[in-house]
């Protein structure tokens, strides 16, 4: 969905429909923490420990 300058690679109504369609029928899914933030519209607080 991101990449790693933080720049989208999805259309927002994609990522409407995944987190409308898709997530309610997985058990697990692995983001990273910007994937995450855009999926639950959230912003990514940027932590020096977390990020390498």
């Keep these: 969905m991101m990449?790693?300058?933080g720049d989208?690679?999805?259309?927002?109504?994609?990522v409407i429909s995944l987190r409308e369609t898709l997530l309610p029928l997985?058990?697990?899914i692995t983001l990273?923490?910007?994937?995450?933030a855009v999926?639950?519209?959230?912003?990514a607080e940027k932590d020096e420990n977390q990020t390498r």
């Design 3 to 5: 990449d790693t300058s």
């Design 26 to 28: 997985v058990s697990i």
């Design 8 to 14: 989208t690679l999805l259309e927002e109504d994609v």
């Design 32 to 36: 990273n923490l910007i994937e995450a």
């Design 39 to 43: 999926l639950l519209h959230c912003l």
